[in-house]
């Protein structure tokens, strides 16, 4: 399949200036949707976690984003992008699975899955995939929409997705960075007007789904705290964890470039 120019920019771990040699570095590979992918100057200031994630993680851990807009995890796969990673991941590797925004739109059957059956399907397919070459798979429950009631509770809007990822990762033992319930808890924590700071809110945008560089960063840092939590990093894996990372930082590059 022939990708466009965006989409093997997309494939790039631009935060990275140079790869260390192979022996002595990993490479953490992110397969997800919008909100975590790379955005270009066309985009600012959207900002995908994944593009933040590289600023907690230590150099020798390669951070390769191939995260796509609008992608399930069903599109991922038939567009061959999974195929893309698997054809380059090796032992020892880390595969970072987030899907759900795009497998709840029903009206779309080229992106649906249902949360019991083909999304837990369709989820096994990167599992096995990464550990039949030898690397580690890793599920992230979807980071939580921008949704409040009107008593101020931050409301969960992924349906039966993040309980069938939990229940898939317990059957086949595989780490669980349960992103949904940390991210629906610091929206909580924030309330309703500070989180307007951490969304693409500006002059001629609401969006309720998507990040700033400040909401960037922050799920990012949920993600490394997770990965360290559940071991699949060490210690010595991460940095910045308590630090304040100023959205400076994150720079957007020229899709035309």
Known sequence: MSLSRRAVLAAVPLTVAAAPSREKSRT???AGDSTAAQKYSDAAPET???MALPFFVHKELVVANHAMNGRSSRSFV???R???ILSVIRPGDLLLVQFAHN???AADPTRYTEPWT????YLRRYVDGARRRGARPVLATPVERRRFDAAGNAQPTHGDYPAAM???AEEEGVALLDVQALSLALWQRLGVEETKTYFNWT???QDNTHFNPPGAIAVARLVARELLRTRVLAPRDVRRLDEEIPASWITWPDPTA
């Open 48 to 50: 995908g976690w994944g």
């Open 166 to 168: 939990r229940a898939l």
């Open 118 to 121: 083909t999304y837990r399907e």
């Open 78 to 80: 038939d567009e061959g």
């Open 28 to 30: 953490l590979y992110i």
């Open 203 to 205: 002059a001629t945008e």
């Open 103 to 105: 497998d709840q739109k």
């Open 82 to 84: 999974l195929d893309a």
